[in-house]
């Protein structure tokens, strides 16, 4: 069956340190990984796209990296802050042309970044 | 520039009854998607409508229904409610230039609870 997992435990970091998620996927074949920011009772953000041929994107404090042979993709935040404490979401884009690039999300991963 | 704007933010029903949730896109964006989250889950993919039709569904019954009008704006409709249909309900807006990208915009969301 078609499964993308996080991990349910929520990550607790110190302030400064680099918090690291992971998003493993079995039976997708996605064009396209993104991840999502969501804060409690608000809609998720887009942060990050990241395609299947290229191993690693950054932007500001966020670095991803997709790895198609393991099905798996790290979501870095270097030295976090406080601010930086939500769920994270990681997304595949199951499809290549417009009108079939329909998404598939994880559950989520929360960060509590700890001052 | 306004972004994605949904009503009501929160809602109550009975099973049985039908529910109509609203939703604005972001400025610019012709395509409108759909999706339902559970507590605790990742959102779930509706359907996406563009050029007023439905395009792509996910794996939601036909009590799920949707529109969209001629301004871009879109409605979900849900019949026969079920105490499962509680949830988190996202609209999400895009633009087809992206083509495949399917970068997603959402709004803060709509509170169905099914007593």
């Known amino acids: 069956s078609q499964k993308i997992e996080q991990n349910s435990e929520a990550l607790n970091i110190q302030e400064g340190k680099t918090a690291t998620l992971t998003c493993n996927y079995t039976?997708?074949?996605?064009?396209?990984l993104q991840w999502y920011r969501q804060d409690p009772g608000r809609g998720p953000v887009f942060l990050l796209l990241?395609?299947?041929?290229?191993k690693e994107k950054r932007k500001e404090r966020l670095k991803v990296t997709f790895d198609t042979t393991l099905k798996q993709s790290l979501f870095h935040i270097t030295a976090s802050q406080p601010a930086d404490s939500a769920t994270y979401l990681c997304?595949?884009?199951?499809?290549?042309?417009?009108?079939?690039?329909?998404?598939?999300f994880g559950k989520g991963n929360q960060v509590v970044v700890i001052p | 520039d306004a972004g994605v704007t949904q009503s009501p933010t929160h809602l109550i029903k009975t099973r049985g009854q039908q529910v109509t949730l609203r939703c604005s896109p972001k400025?610019?964006?012709?395509?409108v998607s759909w999706y339902q989250q559970a507590l605790g889950q990742g959102p779930q993919f509706i359907f996406q409508?563009?050029?007023?039709?439905?395009?792509q569904r996910g794996n939601f019954p036909d009590r799920f229904s949707g529109h969209q009008f001629p301004n871009y704006s879109s409605e979900l409709n849900v019949n026969a409610l079920l105490l499962g249909d509680s949830a988190l309900y996202l609209c999400?807006?895009?633009?087809?230039?992206?083509?495949?990208?399917?970068?997603?915009?959402f709004g803060a969301g709509t509170r169905l609870s099914v007593l």
């Open positions: 997304a595949l884009v199951l499809g290549f042309t417009y009108g079939n690039n329909r998404l598939a």
């Open positions: 039976n997708y074949s996605p064009a396209y």
């Open positions: 409508y563009y050029e007023e039709e439905e395009r």
């Open positions: 400025s610019g964006h012709d395509t």
């Open positions: 999400a807006s895009s633009l087809r230039g992206q083509l495949a990208k399917n970068i997603q915009y």
């Open positions: 990241i395609r299947e041929n290229e």
